[in-house]
């Protein structure tokens, strides 16, 4: 089972950007899906973005055209890059791993706060 490393998060003011990188443990090349969720104090942990072994990715409606979920699997990492921040998008990001037969693998998380 993989193990999850997140780096990156930090404080910034709405308008700006940071990019997240997830740091697995072992080789990402035959996990199906990664990507990423966060959750802001007092709410469910949602899902942010997410991107297959095919390439193909969702994302949350909230962040559409602004943030861009990346793999790279010779590298065993995982990107968000994050434009546009807004105040509503503090919340810590957890990168996450779907593979069988374990199902979710998580890191430990990372903060990001936006400050309007």
């Known amino acids: 089972q993989v193990q999850l490393v997140e780096t990156g998060g930090g404080l910034v003011q709405a308008g700006g950007s940071l990019r997240l990188s997830c740091a697995a443990s072992?080789?990402?090349?035959?996990?199906?899906?990664v990507g990423w969720y966060r959750q802001a104090p007092g709410k469910p942990r949602d899902l942010v973005a997410r991107i297959s072994s095919d390439g193909s990715t969702k994302y949350a409606d909230s962040v559409k055209g602004r943030f861009t979920i990346s793999r790279h699997n010779a590298q065993n990492m995982v990107y968000l890059q994050m434009n546009s921040l807004k105040a509503e998008d503090t919340a810590v990001y957890y990168c996450?791993?779907?593979?069988?037969?374990?199902?979710?693998?998580w890191g430990q998380g990372t903060q990001v706060t936006v400050s309007s």
């Open positions: 072992g080789s990402i090349g035959s996990i199906n899906i």
């Open positions: 996450y791993a779907y593979e069988l037969p374990y199902g979710n693998s």
